[in-house]
């Protein structure tokens, strides 16, 4: 009856969901995809596949630091927000 226990010591941390990442993060990734799938679809019949890429990295990227970025210890969706 007197089993010990153990506790982890960051009782506050977000629940990882998929692949390590926090279901806010994985939001972001969703989000991101949307929006650039979005983008394919209006622009595909009128805009090379090159041009797509090279419009579709700086947004893809700024998408991956937001949702895995952090700055004095907060992620930066919720740093950008404040």
């Known amino acids: ?4 226990v153990r506790i982890p ?3 506050e941390a977000p629940d990882k969901i998929i692949g390590g990442f926090t279901a806010r993060q994985i ?3 969703g989000g991101t995809g949307a929006l650039l799938y979005g ?4 622009l595909a019949d009128h805009v090379p ?3 797509l890429a090279v419009l579709a990295v ?6 991956i630091v937001l949702a895995i970025g952090r700055h004095d210890g907060i992620s930066l969706d919720r740093y950008i927000l404040a």
Request: zero cysteines; aromatic letters at 8%.
């Open 1 to 4: 009856m007197n089993d010990i």
């Open 27 to 29: 939001i972001i990734f």
């Open 58 to 63: 700086p947004i893809a990227v700024a998408g």
């Open 9 to 11: 010591a960051d009782v």
């Open 49 to 51: 596949a090159l041009a």
């Open 39 to 42: 983008g394919y679809l209006l």
